[in-house]
């Protein structure tokens, strides 16, 4: 997931190279996530610094929230993405909205 953030900035993607696939290290599992903390590390991410092997081997828990966080957060912004408010529609139309109407 982490590399599929990445590359959907094309900008971060030349920085950090071409992706090399899980079977390349032959389930050598810490050459591979010492590999991803170097890349997360090329396009600058923050939490990279403090990240270690043991952090990322579970594949869950805070830190990997954060991670997840912070990329999508930077794609987001990269899109100049907006949030905007839910409109709530009138009470008087959600009475009259009681549930489908049966025509058969």
Known sequence: MVYWLISLNKDHSKKQGVFINFKDFKGKIDDALNK???DLKKIGIPLAKNLKTDNLRLGHG?????????LVNMELYRRDFEFIAPVMPDENESD?????EDDG
Request: aromatic share 0%; net charge negative; proline share 6%.
């Open 96 to 100: 009259s909205d009681e549930g489908p």
């Open 36 to 38: 991803l903390i170097s």
């Open 62 to 70: 805070e830190v990997i929230c954060q991670l997840i966080d912070e």
